[in-house]
């Protein structure tokens, strides 16, 4: 049972443009929505994070809109740039987690950036 | 550069041998966590650690062995591993255990491990 759930594998994007990466949940009691970013051969990197008690949330050109009524959330990139092209993981926290640091992700998107 | 740093970076060892995966972390984090990684799959957690001691196994079997011997240091000792044991194995670490949105996880670069 996902109850974090990106489905779509892949996005690709011309340079300059806007990337959406969408995700999915069925826990309405998740805390916190996390992105994380990951190259090959290297770990996932936090980009962005969001409390579920808040409906945005911007750093630089990455900006998180969660619809909680949609179980929904999503991760804007404006402008994208080549170095942008990775894997983007969402990641939930789960309710009674906060000291345990259990983190539910989702499948992953590959995010490719053209020039 | 990874402020989490784990070694090897490769492995690759029998299915009767002993090893040890290294993690270390010097940011003054108070929880440190073990994930798996298959291809194309999101990272599983494996283990949480909180102020050194063990909080989280998610049944994991017996084979893979954590240690947390202080503050900075977590590792994995691995014996008589099957060949779906293979993966990309991640260590994290949190300020305090709380690894949500104000208290990121931050990862190493992983252990590939191959098992024959």
């Known amino acids: 049972d996902q109850q974090v759930k990106q489905n779509s594998p892949s996005l690709s994007v011309q340079e300059g443009r806007i990337s959406i990466l969408n995700c999915d949940y069925t826990?309405?009691?998740?805390?916190?929505f996390l992105w994380y970013k990951k190259y090959p051969a290297e770990g996932p990197t936090f980009l962005i994070s969001?409390?579920?008690?808040?409906d945005k949330n911007e750093d630089g050109r990455f900006t998180v809109f969660l619809n909680k009524s949609a179980k929904h959330l999503s991760l804007h990139i404006v402008p994208s740039q080549p170095g942008d092209s990775a894997v983007y993981f969402c990641?939930?926290?789960?309710?009674?987690?906060?000291?345990?640091?259990?983190?539910?992700f989702g499948q992953g998107t590959t995010l490719q950036v053209k020039p | 550069d990874t402020e989490v740093t784990q070694t090897p970076k490769h492995l690759v060892m029998g299915m009767t041998n002993k090893k040890s995966l290294k993690c270390e972390q010097h940011?003054?984090?108070?929880?440190m966590y073990w994930y798996k990684q298959k291809a194309k799959k999101p990272p599983e957690l494996m283990f949480v650690?909180?102020?050194?001691?063990?909080?989280i196994n998610e049944s994991v079997p017996s084979r893979f062995s954590p240690e947390c011997p202080n503050s900075s240091l977590l590792n994995l000792h691995l014996h008589a591993l099957q060949p779906e044991d293979s993966a990309l194995y991640l260590c994290?670490?949190?300020?305090?255990?709380?690894?949500?949105?104000?208290?990121?996880?931050?990862f190493g670069d992983g252990t590939r491990l191959s098992i024959l």
């Open positions: 994290a670490s949190s300020q305090e255990g709380g690894g949500g949105g104000d208290q990121p996880q931050h």
């Open positions: 826990n309405s009691m998740f805390d916190y």
């Open positions: 969001i409390s579920s008690i808040k």
């Open positions: 990641a939930a926290s789960p309710p009674g987690s906060g000291n345990t640091g259990k983190l539910i």
């Open positions: 940011m003054g984090h108070r929880a």
């Open positions: 650690y909180s102020y050194e001691k063990l909080s």
